[in-house]
């Protein structure tokens, strides 16, 4: 993959060009600040950017906003936040959208570098990822009125799962049920969101963004 880099630290910037370019990745650019990230992606159009949130100028949430901005530009630009914050109000922002391609990860949460590599390679592919402390805090700021207030805590449940960018196999063996159990409640969640099938949208993806934009 074909790589843009956008991270204060140093240390950390550097870190992440050489373990990509061991993995076999094209780190095309590697900046410390918003506005050089949009002339980076601009000019190098990467399969995905990683972004931090809090750069220069004023450490608040400048990367978000570029991230955003990026996106608004190019639907479906990939891009994965890798922050130790969650911004709840920019990320809402981030995930609007039919394009998915985005994935939101906490620094202090992620266990191993496979972890990370394969969240990267998803991203790119065109997935929607995040991580489940995310999700909880996005979830926590969200209203519980009209279609979302018909969905039963264990629908709520597996709409979490679902925002986390797991499949229904994987729901299965997190919440103890069947496959079958699984698509079941998937259905009912669709049906009461108003989601009907279509080829055009990915209604996982529209399910998770009717709820958090509640």
Do not use: W
Not at 51 to 61: A, F, G, K, N, S
């Amino acid at each position: 993959m074909r790589i843009v880099i956008a991270e204060d630290s140093a240390i950390l910037r550097q870190g992440l060009v050489e373990l990509l370019g061991l993995r076999g990745h094209e780190v095309a650019a590697a900046v410390k600040n918003a506005d050089d990230l949009r002339t980076a992606v601009r000019e190098h159009r990467p399969d995905v950017s990683i972004v931090d949130i809090r750069m220069p100028p004023t450490h608040t949430d400048e990367g978000l906003r570029a991230a955003i901005d990026l996106r608004a530009e190019r639907p479906g630009c990939a891009i994965l936040v890798f922050s130790q914050y969650v911004e709840t109000n920019y990320a809402k922002q981030l995930l609007a959208g039919e394009a998915g391609a985005v994935g939101y990860l906490l620094k202090d949460r992620v266990a191993e570098v496979s972890d990370f590599l394969t969240a990267l390679e998803r991203v790119a592919a065109g997935e929607t990822v995040l991580d489940p402390e995310v999700v909880r805090q996005l979830f926590a700021t969200t209203g519980q009125a009209g279609p979302l207030a018909e969905l039963t805590p264990r629908e709520r449940e597996i709409l979490g799962l679902m925002a986390q960018g797991r499949s229904n196999s994987a729901i299965a063996a997190e919440a103890f049920l069947s496959a079958g159990s699984v698509e079941k409640y998937v259905t009912s969640i669709f049906g009461k969101l108003g989601l009907p099938p279509s080829d055009g949208h990915n209604r996982r993806v529209l399910a998770v963004l009717r709820y958090l934009d509640s």
